[in-house]
């Protein structure tokens, strides 16, 4: 079946920091792929999606491009800031589009 | 986003009780869904339904059930409520014209099963 590994947390950084978020999946076929944050108290948002191998997703300074090759969707913001506090989940899609499946989640705590 | 409610938000019951979480939204979406979500777990998909009289189970529909009373509603049960049942659940919606991988959340129940 489908799965989706992400790296573990907390990860904690201080404000302006490079932040990489690991993720990685188990698929059969062509699956889309998201990254979705949670802040404290609210539902889960779509932050950016890819659909197709080496398409890059990118919304509000944060990108992750699809790799097929090594399965993987890291997400990366070049200065994160304080508001970017929240928890990241990685997710997939499957064929059928009919299910999603969602990594364990990352918590980020970014210190001013 | 208040496009997707739920109620209650917080619930504390008692091991044996029959539980109603229910759903509703305003996004005209056909697509609902039913999430909980455990610590280091991420979301797992309890149920889902593609339009009213489409109900579907997820990956742990086990002690659960469903009804989807309108194209708005989409409510979840808990028939006798159970201690690992504690968890924060979520609804969710999507549109297949806007794609079924687009979900827009609701702000979730807090359950405590005592």
């Known amino acids: 079946g489908n799965s989706v590994t992400q790296m573990e947390g907390p990860v904690t950084l201080s404000e302006e920091a490079f932040l990489t978020i690991n993720c990685t999946y188990t698929?059969?076929?062509?699956?889309?792929l998201f990254w979705y944050v949670q802040y404290p108290g609210e539902g889960l948002q779509l932050l950016l999606k890819?659909?197709?191998?080496?398409d890059k997703g990118s919304n509000k300074g944060f990108e992750a491009t699809y790799r097929k090759e090594t399965t993987s969707f890291h997400l990366e913001k070049g200065s994160v800031q304080v508001s970017d506090s929240a928890v990241y989940f990685c997710?997939?899609?499957?064929?059928?589009?009919?299910?999603?499946?969602f990594g364990g989640g990352t918590r980020l705590m970014v210190k001013p | 986003d208040a496009d997707v409610t739920q109620t209650p938000r917080n619930r504390i019951t008692k091991t044996g009780k029959r539980i109603m979480l229910e759903c509703s939204q305003t996004k005209g979406h056909d697509r609902m869904y039913w999430y909980r979500q455990d610590p280091g777990l991420g979301l797992r998909l309890i149920y889902y339904?593609?339009?009213?009289?489409?109900?579907n189970k997820g990956e742990i529909s086990d002690g659960y059930s469903v009804s989807r009373q309108a194209q708005a509603k989409f409510s979840l049960s808990l028939e006798s409520a159970i201690p690992n049942q504690t968890a924060l659940y979520f609804c969710?919606?999507?549109?297949?014209?806007?794609?079924?991988?687009?979900?827009?959340f609701g702000p979730g129940t807090r359950l405590t099963v005592l």
């Open positions: 339904s593609f339009d009213v009289k489409d109900i």
């Open positions: 997710a997939l899609i499957n064929n059928a589009g009919n299910m999603l499946t």
């Open positions: 698929a059969t076929g062509y699956p889309s």
């Open positions: 890819a659909t197709k191998a080496d």
């Open positions: 969710a919606t999507s549109d297949l014209a806007e794609g079924p991988d687009t979900q827009y």
